[in-house]
């Protein structure tokens, strides 16, 4: 089951595409609901970089970006 979760980072609200909002069956945990239950405080200098040098409309390339948290 899909399920979109909403956050607000900085006063923008992110929409976030989730497989699922349970935890695995063997405790592992969820790192899609993870991230986002943490997605405005997991970097600030990661935000504060992008608040700074991205502005509407640029293409930003992020080489290595994990799943892309802030990619996104």
């Known amino acids: 089951m899909r399920i979109t979760q909403t ?9 976030l595409d989730l497989d699922s909002d349970q935890e695995s069956e063997d405790d592992l945990r969820n790192y899609e609901l993870w991230r986002a239950g943490h997605y405005d405080n997991k970097d600030p200098d ?17 080489i290595g970006a994990n799943i892309g948290q802030y990619s996104l």
């Open 7 to 15: 956050c607000t980072v900085r006063n923008q609200t992110i929409l």
């Open 46 to 62: 990661t935000l504060d970089w992008i608040d700074t040098y991205c502005k509407e409309g640029d293409t930003i390339y992020d």
